[in-house]
């Protein structure tokens, strides 16, 4: 009894090895219809209360910020805090903000608080698939990538970041 627990054991320590080694293999070489792209790509999704709205890359004023994040998520609610405050610092950025949110009302108590949509040039989307996130390759909030006014990608981070670093990459 104590061989068969034993050899099970180890077949699933082998499985998790092999499980783990893949994982990291595709996360490092990446895939081409999944790895977060150079050039900003159209997006189409349903604005928060509004219809579908597609951001093409045609913005030339200033960078374009596409930012994933979740109205339960305290580290967004940080992170858009700091970019509210400091929104003179970078008046021509164009803002794309991506939620997973489904819920209207969960959405509505969160701009209560943190009132994205007040920035200029901004634009709240709300994913109903997974499109996006999959494409970015977001597992979860927040998550920014800074595209130039050629739409060539700058600058992106997954997870929180320092307050200053944030703001220095949006300037």
């Known amino acids: 009894m ?3 627990s034993f050899k099970i054991s180890r077949i699933i320590i ?3 090895v092999v499980c783990a080694i893949s994982v990291k293999v595709y996360t490092k070489t990446g895939n081409e219809d999944t790895a977060p792209k ?3 790509p159209e997006i189409t999704a349903r604005q928060y209360m509004g219809d579908a709205y597609t951001v093409v890359n045609d913005y030339t004023k200033g960078k374009t910020v596409v ?4 109205p339960e998520c305290g580290i967004c609610e940080t992170e858009l805090n700091e970019i509210l405050k400091n929104r003179d610092s970078y008046p021509d950025n164009r803002w794309v903000f991506i939620s997973f949110a489904f819920m209207e009302d969960e959405m509505e108590y969160f701009l209560e608080n ?3 949509d007040k920035l200029e040039n901004s634009v709240i989307l709300l994913e109903d698939s997974p499109k996006y996130h999959t494409l970015y390759q977001v597992v979860g909030p927040p998550a920014i990538f800074i595209y130039d006014k050629e739409g060539v990608l700058v600058n992106s981070n997954y997870g929180g970041m320092e307050s200053s670093v944030l703001v220095d990459w949006l300037k």
């Open 2 to 4: 104590k061989t068969k």
């Open 14 to 16: 082998l499985l998790l």
């Open 38 to 40: 150079e050039m900003l």
């Open 67 to 70: 930012l994933f994040f979740s």
């Open 114 to 116: 943190t009132p994205i």
